[in-house]
């Protein structure tokens, strides 16, 4: 049985929900016999690469067309590419604005699935009409017969709290074993820094981060991960106000998990700023990693929340709760453990929707 995962930039994963979703179950569904393909697309590919192994091909093609056409035209591509040589079984097609590639496969008796993410028309990263194809897609992706997938019941309760065809599978964490990273000119120590990474648009709120921390007249380093991502004037902001503290450190965006766990399990606090739905893979991370967890107060980062989670809502009550780290620390510590469930949990959900048709 061919199983087709498309939409995402491909695998291995970066911070994007998609990717991570992508490479968990490329990891996990060859076990159940099955031959998984994974497309993705970016700029610096200038041939199509073609990659199998351990049961999973791996097709990467240069990323296509505008910015918010991108996903569109390369995910289109990719799988016409690929049908030339093999058919697939059932197909797990990422993001709304696949919404034709997705009824491609349906009418060709497929099974299907489309992930509709968080809110993507509600971040600041898209031009108006980037915002209204995602707008226009989840319509027509609502209003088909294609069953859908969203990954938080946040998400479910925005489209419509009682549909019967949009499922709700959650993303588990990367248990990569924690490996200490190397940045030139900082040294990191267990325990003496707050940790935040996060693509660098305002939706992750970092600039409200940094200011509450600066009030908070904490003395222990700040590491912020994630320059190189996002917007060019955003993270011109970002650098400017670090600018004024010597103790806030910028740094490269990093795709290696075991580096982040690493600095997940070792900060002080991990704070988490992203605002718009849905479930975030470094926060699924953060709960299964992190001694303490400051996150953004909205329905998405609350659904499923630890124990050891404390909720911020601007600058001022994030200042607050990093006065209080000491105390709720200690809270953190006092409560019972916390259950996350598996990708081979989350594989098995997958693959018994994925077999409905097949």
Not at 53 to 78: D, M
Not at 145 to 167: C, F, G, M, Q, Y
Request: charge should be positive; aromatic fraction near 10%.
């Amino acid at each position: 049985m061919n199983v087709l995962i498309c939409g995402s930039r491909g695998v291995p994963p970066q911070y994007g929900g998609f990717e991570s979703l992508a490479q968990g179950l490329a990891t996990h569904l060859p076990a159940h016999g099955l031959k998984v393909f994974v497309t993705g697309f970016k700029q610096e590919v200038t041939e199509p690469i073609l990659r199998e192994e351990f049961g999973v091909v791996s097709y990467q093609v240069h990323a296509r067309g505008p910015h918010f056409l991108q996903n569109v035209l390369s995910t289109w591509i990719a799988t016409k590419d690929l049908d030339r040589e093999y058919n697939f079984d059932a197909v797990l097609v990422l993001n709304d604005v696949n919404y034709f590639v997705a009824r491609k496969y349906w009418n060709m008796s497929s099974h299907v699935l489309l992930h509709l993410d968080g809110s993507e028309a509600k971040r600041s990263g898209l031009s108006i009409i980037g915002k209204s194809a995602h707008w226009l897609f989840r319509f027509l992706s609502i209003k088909s017969k294609i069953p859908l997938v969203v990954d938080s019941w946040a998400i479910k309760n925005e489209l419509d709290p009682d549909s019967r065809k949009i499922n709700v599978i959650s993303y588990a964490p990367h248990l990569d074993a924690p490996i200490k990273p190397h940045f030139e000119g900082i040294e990191i120590m267990s325990g003496e820094f707050l940790f935040v990474i996060a693509r660098f648009v305002p939706e992750n709120q970092i600039i409200e981060i940094m200011k509450a921390y600066m009030l908070s007249g904490r003395t222990e380093k700040m590491v912020i991960v994630g320059l190189g991502t996002g917007k060019k004037k955003y993270s011109k902001q970002i650098l400017k106000i670090a600018e004024k503290k010597n103790s806030i450190y910028i740094l490269p965006k990093n795709y290696k998990r075991a580096e982040i766990n690493w600095l997940l399990q070792n900060a002080k606090a991990y704070i988490h700023g992203h605002s718009v739905g849905g479930t975030n893979p470094i926060l699924i991370d953060a709960r299964l990693h992190s001694q303490l967890i400051l996150s953004h107060d909205n329905r998405y980062n609350k659904e499923n929340a630890s124990s050891k989670e404390f909720n911020w809502v601007d600058t001022d009550s994030l200042s607050l709760l990093l006065r209080r780290i000491e105390a709720l620390t200690i809270d953190a510590k006092a409560t019972e453990g916390y259950h996350l469930d598996s990708w081979e949990s989350i594989a098995n959900q997958y693959l018994k929707l994925l077999s409905d048709r097949v």
